[in-house]
């Protein structure tokens, strides 16, 4: 079975083809840095991480670039009258943008690699292009799709529409909905032809932090420009996958594409994957009714909506039981469903690893046939568009094979060798190369490594400073380490470490 997937655009699923055989371009929207990332974007960078786990596994070389938005999210996604996401929380906070760019982008990729995320091959940030969304700002004036009021540039969505009818198609709307859409809030429409169109260059207010010179004006880039700019530079004009949350369809989606034909001629991408949302005890996440919860609160417990703490690896497995394009809803009771889950699929893998069978069949069996059919229709789920829920379910029932040739209620002598091989490799394969998933005790026994690592360059700068009797470093190590429940005990015999209770 060939893969096929879900193109929003068409609203049908297609066969997979891309442009260039063997190789794949995707680029998926990434976080504004402004704050933690919420729980429901980790899923939509878990489902995208599978999907491009599995088109490495299907041998395809891919070329995964997913952005980092450090410029031009504004509050309500506004246009005009409204303050820059990343330059509000640095003025509240005092502190330089970049310091809270870099802050909440360090939570991030920690957050990432605490569930496993492969890293993108590039990861390009807004402020680190400007020059090129200049340029395409120009690009879009000099087709006649955009024009300058009073430094800012904006595009000209209803011209657009009218000569290439595309407006609309991905996200469902049409620029009537729009108009009436945009009747109460005329005050920040002034400036604008039609309601509809949008900045792509922004005049920066006097106190707006974040700014840039342009031949229009000093000012900054508009959010949507950003990635129509670092997706035509790392994967060329027209690619073959982009990816994002449901909630990006419209506006951000809709004005790429929108930008990049008015600039290049062309859509962007072949293929539109959209990851859908997470709900919570069935209602969509709120912090106004306290129907909320992080992916922190959830490592550690602190929380009343679950009774207990639940690792990252749970968490992953609970969001691949659910089709990317399916609504999710977190509750306690799927978190220890999906828990037993986690623990059978690792329990699986053990057993395979400790079974040495000494006689196979030598030819095809019953057992062996029904065993081979559940591993192609496992490889068939995740063909028919990441179907990880599918893929899922087929491998428990393999399970079942798995725990009875373990307890010898079932021989091994009923299946051939080569069953036998291709039951462990899809095992070894999908749960760690394509679900991501990996054994906790591994990952604590790694932690534990890494600690002893770190503690002793740490005793050995400790022991260095009080040599040379800086006994002030020397304290500020053995306190420093006393609050994160680290004691440090000094002997003739040098100085150990242990954790406090």
């Known amino acids: 079975m060939a893969l096929k997937v879900y193109n929003s655009l068409t609203r049908r699923k297609e066969e997979f083809r891309p442009l260039h055989e063997g190789r794949v371009g995707m680029y998926v929207c990434g976080p504004t840095v402004y704050s933690d990332v919420h729980l429901g974007n980790i899923r939509t960078f878990v489902s995208f991480d599978v999907i491009y786990r599995y088109l490495l596994h299907l041998g395809y070389k891919v070329r995964y670039v997913r952005n980092i938005t450090d410029v031009g999210h504004l509050e309500g996604d506004a246009d005009t009258d409204a303050e820059d996401k990343i330059s509000k929380r640095a003025r509240l906070e005092q502190l330089e943008p970049m310091e809270i760019v870099q802050r909440y982008m360090n939570g991030f990729h920690e957050m990432m690699h605490r569930f496993n995320n ?26 006649g799709y955009a024009y300058v009021v009073n430094g800012s540039v904006y595009f000209d969505t209803k011209k657009f529409q009218d000569e290439k009818g595309v407006y609309g198609q991905l996200s469902g709307r049409n620029l009537e909905e729009l108009m009436q859409e945009s009747r109460d809030n005329l005050k920040n429409q002034q400036e604008k032809r039609h309601p509809a169109d949008f900045a792509i260059w922004i005049k920066a207010a006097p106190e707006h932090l974040m700014r840039w010179p342009s031949p229009w004006s000093v000012g900054f880039p508009g959010w949507h420009l950003e990635c129509s700019t670092m997706s035509t530079k790392y994967l060329g004009h027209t690619f073959d996958i982009h990816g994002g949350g449901n909630d990006l369809k419209f506006p951000h989606h809709e004005n790429e594409i929108a930008q990049n034909i008015g600039a290049c001629g062309q859509a962007p991408a072949k293929y539109w994957l959209h990851a859908n949302m997470l709900l919570m005890n069935g209602k ?192 500020k190590i053995r306190d420093a380490l006393a609050k994160i429940n680290i004691r440090i005990k000094d002997s003739k015999d040098g100085s150990t470490w242990e954790r406090i209770a």
Do not use: C
């Open 118 to 143: 492969l890293d993108p091959n590039i990861e390009p940030r807004a402020t680190g292009h400007i020059i090129e969304q200049i340029q395409m700002v120009q690009d879009i004036l000099d087709n």
């Open 284 to 475: 969509k996440m709120s912090k106004s009714d306290g129907n909320t919860i992080t992916a922190r609160q959830l490592f550690t417990g602190d929380s009343p909506h679950i009774s207990k703490p639940y690792s990252a690896m749970v968490i992953r497995y609970f969001m691949l039981m659910a089709h990317y394009r399916s609504t999710l809803d977190i509750s306690d009771r799927a978190l220890q469903a999906a828990e037993k889950g986690y623990q059978k699929m690792m329990n699986y893998l053990r057993l395979l690893d400790e079974m040495q069978p000494a006689q196979f069949a030598a030819e095809a069996t019953p057992a062996g046939e029904a065993i081979r059919r559940l591993i192609r229709e496992t490889h068939e789920g995740m063909d028919d568009d990441f179907n990880t829920a599918v893929a899922i379910a087929k491998m428990h029932e393999l399970g079942s094979y798995i725990n009875k040739l373990h307890a010898r209620q079932l021989d091994f002598s009923q299946i051939t060798a080569e069953t036998w091989d291709e039951l462990k490799t899809l095992f070894r394969a999908f749960i760690g190369d394509v679900f991501g998933l990996r054994s906790e005790q591994e990952q604590a026994d790694r932690d534990e490594q890494a600690l002893e690592t770190l503690m002793d360059i740490i005793l050995q700068l400790r022991q260095k400073a009080r040599a040379q009797k800086d006994w002030e470093t020397s304290d």
